[in-house]
């Protein structure tokens, strides 16, 4: 009912009446709404902006195993907003959420290796990560994808015959 309402799918669009039944489903412990409601809060549609409250929801959600929620929570640790700045703790979620599969968790991942920020500075797993990333945004997202290339070609013109043949071999 949330969703309709925020896209005004049989019902007239209403960011707060939106808000209202996402905020009802999260409080019932449903992953995808606690998401939901922690982006409505980070963003403020239909409720006052708070990534404070952003990032609890997202922890809630996270700790389900959310892996949306863990790259939400990793960007807002990343940037200091509504929870302390900390990139390892960043760097952490994001790892959750790229061990699921999401694509701009591996990507932030992947610059977090580049550049040594929260982990080890390691070029072989960021050109692994770039190159999962690449794999996995959808067709809709083509900057991110070309993104991804760039920076595995920038992390590969760093790197030996052997750690790019290592970095693809994971």
């Not at 977090?112 to 690449?134: C, I, P, R, T």
């Amino acid at each position: 009912l949330a969703r309709r309402y925020v896209v005004g799918d049989g019902v007239r669009q209403d960011a707060v009446e939106a808000a209202h039944w996402c905020r009802k489903a999260a409080r019932q412990g449903h992953a995808d709404a606690q998401n939901d409601f922690g982006v409505m809060c980070e963003h403020g549609h239909g409720v006052p902006q708070d990534d404070g409250e952003a990032a609890e929801w997202y922890r809630k959600a996270a700790d389900q195993g959310h892996a949306p929620a863990q790259n939400n929570l990793g960007y807002l640790h990343e940037r200091g907003r509504g929870v302390p700045q900390d990139h390892t703790e960043a760097a952490r979620w994001d790892r959750l959420a790229a061990d699921h599969g999401h694509p701009q968790a591996q990507y932030n991942l992947a610059l977090s290796y580049a550049k040594g920020e929260g982990v080890s500075q390691d070029y072989v797993s960021a050109h692994m990560w770039f190159n999962l990333a690449a794999a996995q945004f959808p067709a809709s997202e083509v900057r991110n994808h070309e993104l991804a290339v760039k920076n595995r070609t920038l992390m590969a013109n760093k790197m030996t015959r052997e750690q790019i043949t290592e970095a693809q071999n994971l």
